[in-house]
């Protein structure tokens, strides 16, 4: 779904170094997410945002940070990175509740981030 | 707040037999119960969605059922095709309110030729 992108893809970086992945999206939708995959553990919530004013902690929020640049726009930061945070990293979106919306969340392609 | 479980974490099944993977929840109020197909190297995608107020709902090859009373609901594939063969994850929440959605472990389904 091209409506979600994600930059980097793929990122190799070194504990105690500084990243941030962005998610940007053309679908309109309020709500956004970023997610971690890690093998065998399904997907976990890092945090979510309703909308630019609105940030919250998902499930897993530790050692993590987002910004909501704009509507289109939200992106996750790793202040210090550290092996563990090694995963699959994906953004969705989602329409508010509404008459005619549904709950349906629409996945970035993913990125894949190795901390050394 | 809400926990899923998924069963089992691998499948393995013949081309052409059936495949069923189970899923329980714990929150009462969730009413909305998607499946997500997570292709090798590509990002999930919902391939089917069931509200709590319907028992039963089927696309195709694919159909989801809910037993709300025991808190769990399950995913059938028949005459399955190797292009079957992903992660399938499942996931639950409370429908049009801030909860949000909470997904299962996955169960990686491998189709043999």
């Known amino acids: 779904d091209a409506d979600v992108t994600q930059t980097p893809r793929n990122r190799i970086t070194k504990t105690g170094k500084r990243i941030m992945l962005e998610c940007s999206q053309t679908k309109g939708h309020d709500r956004m997410y970023w997610y971690r995959q890690d093998p065998g553990l399904g997907l976990r919530l890092i945090y979510y945002?309703?909308?630019?004013?609105?940030?919250n902690k998902g499930e897993i929020s530790d050692g993590y940070s987002v910004s909501r640049q704009a509507q289109a726009k939200f992106s996750l930061s790793l202040e210090s990175a550290i092996p563990n945070q090694t995963a699959l990293y994906f953004c969705a979106t989602s329409d508010a509740p509404g008459q005619f919306s549904t709950d349906t969340q629409y996945f970035g392609p993913g990125t894949r981030l190795t901390v050394l | 707040g809400e926990n899923v479980e998924q069963h089992p974490s691998t499948l393995s099944v013949q081309e052409g037999d059936s495949a069923v993977i189970k899923c329980t929840y714990s929150d009462s109020a969730s009413n909305y119960f998607p499946w997500y197909k997570q292709e090798l190297g590509k990002r999930p995608q919902l391939i089917i969605d069931?509200?709590?107020?319907?028992g039963e709902k089927k696309d195709q090859r694919i159909a989801v059922t809910l037993n709300k009373t025991a808190k769990h609901f399950s995913l059938h594939i028949t005459e399955t095709q190797p292009e079957d063969s992903a992660v399938y994850f499942c996931a639950a929440k409370l429908s049009g309110s801030a909860r949000q959605l909470t997904f299962g472990s996955g169960t990686q389904l491998t189709v043999l030729p």
């Open positions: 069931i509200r709590s107020n319907v």
């Open positions: 945002s309703f909308d630019v004013k609105d940030i």
